[in-house]
């Protein structure tokens, strides 16, 4: 059963690390951010050794990569086009 969490989870980072590069220019890079920030938020936690401040390291970059996806995606087609709206007076 282990080997089938750690298959899902693995597949699961992978996966949202192709959807961030691929999705580049529709704010992958947000995704990428956001997991970086949360794999550096979540290293300097609690933990006993090494081992344990890495996994919950990946732990937060699983979470940072969706939400940094998500803003980067809202400023990368929202902002323009809500610039667009006030340029030309709505």
């Known amino acids: 059963m282990d080997n089938m969490r750690l298959l899902l ?15 580049w220019s529709y704010g ?4 990428l ?3 970086a920030l949360g794999f ?7 933990g006993l050794d090494w081992g344990e401040r890495l996994g919950n390291g990946y732990v937060g970059a699983l979470m940072g990569l969706p939400v ?5 995606g809202a400023y990368a087609l929202g902002v323009p086009y ?3 709206l006030i340029s030309n007076g709505g």
């Open 9 to 23: 989870s693995v597949g699961a980072f992978v996966g949202m690390v192709a959807l961030c590069v691929l999705g």
């Open 40 to 46: 550096l938020l979540r290293l300097g936690g609690r």
């Open 82 to 84: 809500l610039l667009d």
């Open 28 to 31: 992958g890079w947000g995704g």
């Open 33 to 35: 951010i956001g997991g």
């Open 68 to 72: 940094g996806l998500l803003v980067g």
